[in-house]
């Protein structure tokens, strides 16, 4: 083809391009059309993801390449150039044998972009649903598309590198706990690429509204550190099937940023625990200890705290001014030569709120509980290993200690008990609380009850008139009432009750806070006179811990004289005859 011909050529053809043009515009004149128009933000300034997947689907459109003009940009691939709608040019598709025309339009009053979508009336009802669901559609294949090739560059760019593994396994060769196992746990889980995955376990925490991503064990977490890429996978072994997890990193990276990653991973779990500080109760299991650990756990989600504690003022403030001084304690142990750990015996009869109390603590100071049930364990060096695999910031709690040593199990020894309490394995954690309860430690030997195995005593009396209108207001709201001087006299007559039994009432009878007193009253009273019958009887059981009294009096076997509580009956009940017929 020779000059003149070529230039012929192409006369014609923008002839036609021209005659193509006109006839589309006198054609869409005779037509009535409908309009929408898809924003880019909506009334709140959020994104409209409709706009963005429109957006996409327009530029994919082989009609951008035959638009009078398009942009052309370069994505984060410099090799790869991209044509992109202008904003001044219509975009005509064809969808169903309708022609659908689509145009960037910006709105004068605040500046955003919308896409206005043009078609006939006549054609709306027919292809408008069918036409969005298509573009969606279009939209997510392209997208899983693209996702599928970055998997296989990612896969094609792996393989031409020497990769280093590293394995975390969560327990040690002793079965203790690798404490790097749970923070490197707790560090994948916080990132936002867990989210990304194929696949992740939706748990909900303690709080119902919360709703956490966990990784899944078959899938991978890809983590960014220092322009540096980290793999990270959970396994299980096959000889004990207890799970570990892989790392996996460059060898020309690892000399640069192994050491400063596993300091970033330990900072930030740090932080994690601080924000988090979701109290844990573990108690010692008894099924597959190899393969599970020792251990099970719940969230703690006991209400008490050292303000709804029932306790003697004076009392309360020594115990939260010795607890927040342990906080502090650290070097001061250590300069000692001490293990940072602190002892507390809890004694006092059933009901006076000894577990509560723990509770509270454990609120107080945002550690974790370890219950030990000595009856589950087999011998002493169980009882070893359940104290090998427990954390710092804990507390670890005995309940009915002198009931154990008198059933005089021979699961346990007396000298594996005293050697948990202040041996040479007590010392194989720190920053942690040893608490033990007791009924009475008058049948415990001194040897468990010396300073270092016990450095507080902290005794849980009866309900005293004191202690009983902190309850009437706390259950009640009663402040003042015309029944209390009653009680008052019941209680002075050596009456009592213990603050479960009195709080049981008052709950019972919260509707009626008289009804509540009353039945107080009845059930001191009928303590009392039961208490007069076994001393007369002498076939009641012999004084146990709620006939203790703080006086030095020594009349009978435990201060009391049943001659003495008889009159206190008498006076008792001649006071209230008194008072009816008055």
């Known amino acids: 083809m020779d000059v003149n011909e070529s230039s012929e050529f192409l006369s014609k053809t923008s002839l036609i391009h021209s005659l193509k043009k006109t006839w589309r515009f006198l054609e869409e004149k005779c037509y009535v059309y ?31 390449e035959d638009s009078d003009f398009a942009n052309l940009l370069s994505s984060s691939k410099s090799t790869e150039i991209s044509l992109v709608l202008d904003e001044n040019q219509t975009i005509i598709d064809q969808f169903l044998g309708a022609r659908v025309h689509w145009k960037i339009e910006n709105c004068e009053k605040n500046g955003t972009k919308s896409l206005v979508m043009k078609i006939r009336k006549n054609d709306k009802r027919r292809i408008l649903v069918p036409y969005l669901q298509h573009i969606h559609q279009t939209f997510l294949s392209k997208t899983s598309l693209i996702h599928s090739l970055k998997k296989t560059w990612r896969f094609l760019e792996e393989k031409c590198y020497v990769y280093q593994f590293y394995r975390v396994p969560k327990f040690n060769e002793n079965m203790q706990e690798n404490q790097l196992y749970r923070k490197v746990y707790a560090y994948l889980n916080s990132l936002p690429c867990v989210e990304d995955s194929d696949f992740a376990n939706l748990l909900s925490s303690s709080k119902s509204t919360e709703i956490s991503l966990v990784l899944d064990e078959n899938q991978t977490v890809i983590d960014q550190f220092l322009g540096a890429r980290v793999h990270w996978k959970t396994e299980n072994c096959e000889k004990n099937a207890t799970k570990s997890l892989v790392m996996k990193i460059r060898k020309n990276d690892k000399r640069r940023i192994l050491v400063p990653y596993l300091q970033h991973i330990h900072q930030t779990f740090d932080e994690i625990e601080q924000k988090r500080k979701e109290v844990r109760l573990f108690v010692n299991a ?34 939260k001014s010795d607890l927040e001084n342990f906080l502090k304690s650290r070097q001061y142990y250590h300069r000692l030569g001490r293990v940072w750990k602190r002892s507390y015996l809890l004694y006092g009869s059933a009901g006076t709120g000894k577990s509560t109390f723990i509770a509270a603590m454990a609120k107080f100071l945002s550690y974790d509980i370890y219950e030990i049930n000595l009856h589950k364990l087999q011998n002493d060096a169980d009882l070893k290993y359940l104290l ?5 910031k804990s507390i670890l709690v005995i309940e009915d200690l002198d009931r154990y040593l008198d059933e005089k199990s021979t699961a346990l020894s007396l000298s594996g008990i005293l050697n948990f309490m202040d041996g040479i394995f007590s010392c194989c954690g720190e920053e942690r609380l040893m608490v033990f309860t007791m009924n009475s430690k008058d049948t415990v030997g001194a040897c468990a009850l010396r300073p270092g195995r016990i450095d507080v005593h902290i005794n849980f009396p009866l309900c005293d008139f004191t202690a009983f209108k902190v309850l009437a207001n ?41 009804r509540a007193l009353k039945t107080v009253i009845t059930a001191l009273q009928g303590n009392l006179a039961s208490r007069v019958g076994r001393r007369l009887s002498g076939s009641g059981p012999g004084p146990g811990p709620e006939d203790e009294l703080d006086g030095p009096g020594k009349e009978g076997q435990n201060g009391i004289h049943p001659m003495k509580e008889i009159k206190n009956l008498y006076g008792l009940l001649r006071a209230r005859s008194s008072r009816k017929l008055r």
């Open 286 to 319: 008894e099924n597959e200890p190899q393969r599970n650990g020792r251990w099970r756990s719940t969230p703690f989600t006991h209400p008490a705290t050292m303000e709804t504690i029932v306790m003697d003022a004076d009392l309360k403030t020594r115990i």
């Open 474 to 514: 706390s259950h009640l709201g009663l402040k003042d009432h015309k029944l209390f001087q009653q009680v008052e006299d019941i209680f002075q007559t050596g009456a009592v009750l213990s603050p479960a039994e009195i709080c049981e009432i008052m709950i019972s009878n919260r509707g009626s806070p008289s």
């Open 34 to 64: 409908q309009f929408y128009r898809v924003p880019k933000f909506n009334e709140n300034m959020q994104e409209n993801q409709l706009y963005r997947k429109v957006y996409a689907y327009l530029n994919s459109l082989p009609s951008v």
């Open 388 to 392: 090998l695999q427990t954390t710092k």
